[in-house]
């Protein structure tokens, strides 16, 4: 049916055309036209075809109409049990629907019937509480009205009727229920009987505290037991709680008032007075002696040297064992006795304060377990008046001391005791320590002053009634050398910054008195040997202070001496070494005179470069050298034995002489120099003269 042309189209060649265009690609026609056949031939051959095929097609459906007759009727049974199964699901589907509405109602329902018990067991255990916390049973009645108080049924009956009575001061609905309001009276009869009895059992453990014999520790260990009761009375029965409290303060402030007032009357008997009030640095060397033994000591001035030196007082100013009061810091407190045995200041303050620091840790530690939260501000109230009672005490005592070593131990002491309680985490007494070290510096730093006005030149009377020799050690001498000695090994923490001027003033102080007097001596040279013996001996002292103290260090990190100590004593030694090459040189300059001119004048030649050739004499350098040798033994001998005259004291002789050796090694060596710079004949002197390691050998043996 593609090739075939419409008529109307074709009849006109414009129509022919665009027939040709429009089926120019189709194979059948390209093949008609290339076999160069007739079309309107090919038409009717193909139309003839055409209708042979459709008669065979109405014969085969004439054939099978039978077969598509069933076919048909076998279709619409189908459809009809299609439609009875549509009906059955669909009244199928409207059942679903319905057991969906019926097990959601379900659902709904079973929700409301759980929201409902949950509601009710709420509500059943709110009221079960309600009524537990409110109800007042007959045995609760009966403890808390019959019951000993002492006992455990009525501290769980005050236990329960404490629940209850915060319960229902904690929720204002609850009070203004209908069922609190049956209550109510039973439950404030209950209340107020509880405090009374609770008020009368605290009130009678509080008043045995009063009694001359009780143990207030004791007392207070029975009635830390009873501590739920003022718990109880703090929240229930303000009004008891508050005359509970004044009554105990008031109590226990009286005994221990009492018993402090008591302990320091009987210690102030016990107290051995090591510095007496007139005794200072530079007091003459007679204070505090009775006139009686005055008289015996002009008797007998065969031993006046050995009692002068008892006299001195110097040992007033030692530590000696004194510091072992620091090692028993910890034990027991001193018990008075008309038998016990004087003991120095530090020994009372150290006793006095062990009894202080236990009685308030114990009485701390009391009061914030018992009194709870009022703990803090009730221990300060019982012990401001036992403290300031102390204060005042140690304040009138500080005033009349005048030990500067037992202010400087109770300073230590102090310091120790806090912190011990710093290591217990105890601030009871942060703020007496505080307050007893502001009673102690100034009064170290007045004793201090006074001793330094006893040295200044217009004041100092140390001299008086000694007879000073070249070998005298005066007794200012030895009393600052204990003093200073004594306050190093106290160790330099103690001593604060604004006391260095002080410790450095009195240095300077002493040292001018010892230059002033060493001046006043008859004969030259001897001022030089007073001054070595004194300045020594306040060398020795300190440095046997410091080993001393570092045997006592417990910190490898400390220096063992103070910074002001180390000054003191680096002074001194400057002062010494200076003496030391005065003495030294004047000894040289006597036993060997031509040596020590030739090396004077040698040595002024060689800082000028002028030649030694010209300016030395080779006759008096020969002549020097040939003396020197001949009899250096000699001066040696007599050397040694000046010096021995002169320091008795061991270690000073063997200082001496050992600087007075070198000082000849040195000399007699810078001649030997000088006479190598003169040439050939000075080296033929040296050959001739005595050599160095020959005089070191002898030296060595002497």
């Avoid at 040709?20 to 051959?45: K, T």
């Avoid at 001593?495 to 410790?503: C, D, K, R, Y």
């Avoid at 040289?588 to 800082?607: M, T």
């Avoid at 001998?637 to 002789?653: C, M, T």
Wanted: proline share 3%; with cysteine; glycine share 4%.
């Amino acid at each position: 049916t593609d090739l075939c042309f419409p008529m109307d189209d074709c009849n006109t060649l414009v129509g022919l055309a665009q027939d040709i265009e429009r089926f120019a690609n189709r194979e059948q026609l390209a093949a008609i036209l290339d076999s160069g056949a007739n079309p309107e031939d090919f038409l009717s051959d193909y139309e003839s075809k055409l209708h042979v095929a459709e008669g065979r097609a109405i014969a085969d459906y004439i054939a099978e109409a039978d077969n598509l007759l069933e076919l048909n009727v076998n279709i619409e049974k189908c459809d009809e049990v299609l439609q009875a199964l549509e009906e059955v699901l669909r009244r199928f589907d409207q059942s679903l629907g319905s057991a969906s509405d019926e097990i959601m109602g379900l659902q709904r329902r079973s929700e409301d019937m759980r929201r409902r018990m949950e509601n009710g067991k709420s509500v059943q255990e709110r009221l079960s509480s309600f009524i537990e916390k409110i109800v007042v049973l007959p045995s609760l009645i009966e403890d808390v009205m019959k019951a000993h108080v002492s006992s455990k049924r009525f501290e769980d009956a005050l236990t329960t009727l404490d629940s209850k009575l915060r319960y229902v001061d904690e929720h204002e609905d609850v009070r203004m229920s209908a069922a609190f309001r049956d209550v109510a009276v039973e439950m404030e009869r209950l209340r107020l009987a509880a405090v009374k009895r609770c008020r009368d059992f605290l009130m009678d453990k509080v008043y045995e505290m009063r009694h001359p014999n009780s143990n207030i520790q004791v007392q207070q260990n029975v009635l830390i037991r009873y501590k739920q009761m003022i718990s109880f009375l703090r929240d229930h029965g303000h009004s008891m709680y508050e005359e509970i409290r004044t009554t105990y303060i008031a109590s226990v402030t009286s005994k221990f008032m009492e018993i402090f007032r008591n302990y320091w009357a009987s210690m102030e008997g016990l107290e051995e007075i090591i510095v007496p009030s007139d005794l200072l640095l530079g007091s003459p060397a007679s204070t505090g002696i009775s006139q009686g033994l005055s008289n015996m000591v002009s008797l007998f001035n065969s031993m006046r040297k050995e009692l002068h030196e008892s006299m001195d007082h110097h040992e007033a100013f030692q530590l000696n064992d004194r510091l072992d009061v620091l090692d028993h810091l910890h034990d027991n407190p001193i018990i008075p006795s008309a038998r016990q045995a004087k003991r120095p200041f530090e020994y009372l303050f150290a006793s006095l304060s062990r009894l202080l620091v236990d009685t308030a840790a114990h009485e701390y530690l009391f009061c914030k377990n018992f009194w709870q939260k009022d703990g803090r501000n009730i221990f300060k109230d019982v012990f401001k008046p036992v403290v300031d009672f102390i204060h005042g005490s140690l304040n009138a005592s500080f005033q009349e001391q005048n030990d500067l070593i037992a202010l400087l131990l109770c300073i230590k002491i102090n310091r120790e005791n806090f912190l011990t309680m710093s290591k217990r985490r105890n601030p009871a007494l942060d703020e007496h320590f505080d307050a007893v070290n502001l009673l102690l510096w100034p009064r170290v730093k007045h004793i201090l002053d006074r001793h330094l006005a006893s040295v200044q030149p217009s004041e100092y009377t140390g001299n008086e009634g000694t007879d000073i020799t070249s070998h005298t050690i005066l007794p200012l001498s030895r009393r600052y050398a204990s003093l200073m000695a004594s306050i190093l090994i106290l160790n330099a923490h103690l001593v604060e910054g604004s006391l260095s001027l002080n410790i450095e003033q009195l240095k300077y102080a002493v040292m001018n008195i010892l230059l002033t007097t060493s001046r006043q001596l008859p004969k030259r040279g001897q001022g030089t040997i007073f001054l070595l013996h004194n300045f020594h001996h306040i060398i020795s002292a300190l440095k046997c202070s410091v080993d001393q103290a570092d045997g006592r260090q417990e910190d490898e990190t400390q220096n063992p001496i103070p910074p002001f100590g180390k000054q003191v004593l680096e002074s001194f030694e400057e002062a010494f070494s200076r003496a030391l090459d005065l003495y030294v040189e004047a000894r040289i300059q006597a036993g060997v005179p031509h040596v020590s001119s030739f090396v004077r004048r040698g040595e002024a030649a060689v800082a000028k470069d002028a030649n030694l050739s010209e300016s030395l004499d080779h006759n008096t350098a020969l002549q020097v050298a040939l003396e020197f040798s001949s009899r250096w033994d000699k001066v040696l001998s007599v050397l040694n034995g000046e010096i021995r005259k002169d320091f008795s004291h061991e270690a000073l002789f063997a200082l001496v002489q050992k600087t007075a050796h070198s000082k000849i090694l040195l000399l007699w060596s810078r001649f030997v120099e000088l006479l190598k710079k003169m040439g050939e004949q000075g080296e033929d002197i040296v050959r001739r003269s005595i050599s160095i390691p020959t005089i070191m050998q002898t030296m060595r043996n002497n």
